[in-house]
């Protein structure tokens, strides 16, 4: 089976680099095993674009890999809440030198030494593998000032059979929720067995349903994540995010905010 996805990529191709966002650990293992290995690399519009790769020699799975030669990467821990992790800053000879004719958007991100402040959070291992952990801009605290970072959260529970999409939710509040929606396909072919629903609408209600996908979070998230950072509450949805409802972007990233205001009273409703 191997042998045919490889030719149906022309039967050459050795390797690929994957970049946007992490890949799951689970699926580099899987095109590594296909014989056709990927590696995660990282880098912006700002540092032209490249900054940290994995490679055949060097290749850490679940990283973005190590800086390419003449850069530099160094994490500022003021936002770490005393974690090994921070904001990354990206220094080079392909760092840009400003934005066009925007000195006050540039001296946002230029540090005084040349650095570029790239606005996400990472660490660093003792092999100087990089390892992106969030956004600054989307963590958040919880009302009793402990910091989350919900992208984190999010792709652990994606992982999940049952889950198709999710996004947590939590600023200011007691605890955080999750709002999900279930992987149908998955769920159909428990529908027989367990006497369900066969609607998206109708499932999305059927306590069995909740109750397993819940459980399913909360025992994959424990032992990874503090207490305070797995959901406590869920709000079930029967449509994904999806461009055409306006909750995610071109290049599909997720709407946070359009997200918080199409389901706002289903959120304010949990936490009273």
Not at 5 to 13: P, V
Not at 140 to 164: C, S
Not at 195 to 207: A, F, I, R, T
Not at 216 to 225: D, N, P, R, Y
Request: proline letters at 4%; one cysteine or more.
């Amino acid at each position: 089976m191997f042998k045919k996805i490889r030719q149906r990529f022309g039967g050459r191709l050795t390797g690929a680099l994957s970049g946007s966002a992490t890949m799951n650990v689970e699926i580099g293992y899987f095109f590594s095993d296909l014989g056709i290995p990927v590696y995660d690399c990282y880098g912006l519009s700002e540092t032209t674009p490249a900054a940290t790769m994995n490679g055949p020699y060097a290749n850490k799975p679940g990283s973005v890999g190590r800086p390419i030669d003449q850069v530099k990467v160094v994490i500022d821990k003021f936002f770490s809440d005393g974690g090994d992790d921070g904001e990354i800053i990206i220094y080079g000879p392909n760092v840009m030198q400003g934005y066009h004719n925007k000195p006050e958007a540039t001296k946002e991100v230029m540090t005084k030494d040349g650095g570029f402040r790239t606005g996400d959070r990472g660490r660093l291992d003792k092999d100087g593998y990089l390892f992106i952990t969030g956004r600054i801009k989307e963590q958040y605290k919880l009302e009793n000032g402990k910091y989350v970072f919900p992208a984190a959260l999010e792709e652990e529970i994606k992982l999940l059979p049952l889950v198709e999409n999710v996004m947590i939710y939590g600023e200011g509040r007691a605890f955080n929720i999750a709002l999900i929606i279930p992987d149908f396909d998955v769920l159909k072919k428990c529908t027989s067995e367990n006497n369900l629903p066969d609607s998206h609408e109708e499932l999305v209600k059927n306590e069995k349903v909740q109750d397993m996908i819940a459980e399913s979070i909360t025992s994959s998230l424990k032992g990874k994540f503090g207490g305070y950072e797995i959901p406590k509450k869920f709000i079930f949805l029967s449509d994904n995010f999806s461009l055409d409802n306006g909750t995610l972007t071109q290049t599909m990233k997720l709407k946070r905010r359009v997200v918080l205001d199409q389901h706002m009273d289903k959120i304010e409703a949990l936490y009273s």
